[in-house]
């Protein structure tokens, strides 16, 4: 069993950067994916970034290429997405979740792990 806990978020002015961080207890197998969701208030969950834990391979959704990185230190169990130039429309819940499924890392439905979330709002 994946436990998830997010940190790392806060209020920072549009432009500006946060970096949230995702910590799993339990043994991570190489083959699992850590993802980035994120959900707004009034709209429904959606996919961020994710990264494969034993190689590395991440994706992101179009809107946050260029802005966000997501990495993972395994030393400290930790995936972290490194988020830059916010915009108002990155307001959001940011949860992480973890997926066994060898395919599919940036759909919703094969993470069975989930954390709590952390609140990222950015202001104009």
């Known amino acids: 069993q994946v436990q998830l806990v997010e940190s790392g978020g806060g209020l920072v002015q549009a432009g500006g950067s946060l970096r949230l961080s995702c910590a799993a207890s339990g043994r991570m197998p190489n083959y699992y994916a850590i993802g980035w969701f994120r959900q707004a208030p009034g709209k429904e969950r959606e996919f961020v970034a994710t990264?494969?834990?034993?190689?590395?391979?991440?994706d992101y959704t179009d809107s946050v290429k260029g802005r966000f990185t997501i990495s993972r230190d395994s030393a400290k169990n930790t995936v972290y997405l490194q988020m830059n130039s916010l915009k108002p429309e990155d307001t959001a819940v940011y949860l992480c979740?973890?997926?066994?499924?060898?395919?599919?890392?940036?759909?919703?439905?094969?993470?069975?792990?989930w954390g709590q979330g952390t609140q990222v709002t950015v202001s104009s």
């Open positions: 990264i494969r834990w034993g190689h590395g391979s991440t």
């Open positions: 979740a973890a997926s066994p499924e060898l395919s599919g890392a940036t759909m919703i439905g094969n993470y069975p792990y």
